[in-house]
């Protein structure tokens, strides 16, 4: 099991899109209306993370099939035939069949109560909302949807709507792994080495017409000593962002993301030895980040994932 806590941070840039549409607002970008500040929240990011396994062969427990969410009775019965557990087994051998085999469980937990289980598993890892690191302009455009129809007389019909999506939007996640929580989901080593570049790379594969235009810049991890039972906390509160511009911002070259604070606290915890090891990946892009950590580990989140990484 994941002997160590860790520390993250994910920031990603949006250009022209919707990354987290609002389905109480018309589906409008999520936003703080006062600080003009988008947002994007932790569900939408576990929900691209979950579909890129699944699509890359890993068995996902809150799956979806043709874009609709598969229920929990439904999910669970596959996966007990899948794995040759008896519908009348004990709730342990159940939660057997699914802490070894369902990745997403082990990562995010989840709240059961279906099929004589009764359990409640926190996610050892957890990831904030997301907001922008400065204020964003939204942006209405005409949209057209072609539909096709059975029926002859509405075949290949046509409606036309408005879009909303954000001009241009710098974002950063902040979360956490907990090796206590994944002591009860079973959350590997390996299970959390894999997470970063499932995160990085399922957004990179979230090519659909509101979410197409974000881009992942940087990931950044700490981890810390097996018997350090702490956290620097939210990363982002250690950030120093300068804008370039007043108004507009329309690329990252807009602003500038200083790391002084965050290097400087990593520095004094590895220095009273709390802290084991700082790994970092960033996007060719090369975005305006400044004074990053110094002796990290340099991580290839491009690397391909092959379901045979499952555990």
């Known amino acids: 099991?994941?002997?160590?806590?860790?520390?993250?941070?994910?920031?990603?840039?949006?250009?022209?899109?919707?990354?987290?549409?609002?389905?109480?607002?018309?589906?409008?970008?999520?936003?703080?209306?006062?600080?003009?500040?988008?947002?994007?929240?932790?569900?939408?990011?576990?929900?691209?993370?979950?579909?890129?396994?699944?699509?890359?062969?890993?068995?996902?427990?809150v799956a979806t099939s043709d874009d609709k969410k598969v229920t929990m009775e439904n999910r669970l019965k596959a996966v007990l035939t899948e794995y040759g557990v008896d519908a009348d087994a004990d709730e342990e051998t159940k939660l057997n069949a699914i802490l070894d085999n369902m990745i997403d469980i082990r990562m995010f937990g989840s709240a059961m109560a279906v099929d004589g289980i009764t359990r409640t598993?926190?996610?050892?890892?957890?990831?904030?909302?997301?907001?922008?690191?400065?204020?964003?302009?939204?942006?209405?455009?005409?949209?057209?949807?072609?539909?096709?129809?059975?029926?002859?007389?509405?075949e290949g019909y046509s409606t036309f709507g408005q879009m909303q999506k954000a001009e241009y939007a710098m974002i950063a996640h902040s979360g956490s792994m907990n090796k206590f929580a994944a002591?009860?989901?079973?959350?590997?080593?390996?299970?959390?080495?894999?997470?970063?570049?499932?995160?990085?790379?399922?957004?990179?594969?979230?090519?659909?017409?509101?979410?197409q235009g974000q881009q992942p810049l940087l990931y950044l991890e700490v981890e810390y000593a097996e018997a350090f039972d702490g956290f620097l906390g939210d990363l982002r509160r250690y950030l120093d962002i300068t804008l370039h511009k007043k108004?507009?911002?329309?690329?990252?070259?807009?602003?500038?993301?200083?790391?002084?604070?965050?290097?400087?606290?990593?520095?004094d915890l590895k220095e009273k030895g709390y802290v084991t090891a700082v790994r970092i990946w960033m996007s060719p892009l090369q975005p305006g980040f400044t004074n990053l950590p110094q002796d990290a580990e340099q991580l290839d989140l491009f690397a391909p994932i092959s379901a045979s990484e499952k555990g």
Not at 36 to 59: E, N, W
Not at 137 to 147: G, H, Q, R, Y
Not at 247 to 267: C, E, H, N, P, W
């Open 1 to 61: 099991m994941l002997k160590n806590n860790r520390d993250f941070l994910l920031i990603d840039d949006a250009r022209l899109c919707n990354p987290n549409g609002n389905p109480d607002d018309e589906n409008r970008p999520r936003m703080d209306d006062d600080t003009q500040t988008l947002l994007v929240s932790d569900v939408r990011v576990k929900r691209t993370l979950r579909d890129f396994a699944q699509k890359k062969g890993f068995p996902i427990f």
């Open 121 to 154: 598993f926190t996610g050892p890892i957890q990831i904030s909302w997301g907001y922008s690191l400065h204020p964003v302009d939204l942006v209405k455009a005409n949209s057209i949807s072609s539909i096709m129809s059975s029926n002859e007389s509405t």
């Open 183 to 211: 002591s009860k989901t079973r959350l590997t080593q390996e299970d959390a080495d894999l997470f970063p570049r499932l995160l990085v790379q399922s957004m990179m594969n979230n090519q659909t017409h509101s979410k």
């Open 247 to 267: 108004y507009a911002i329309r690329s990252g070259s807009d602003l500038t993301v200083d790391f002084s604070r965050l290097s400087a606290a990593i520095a």
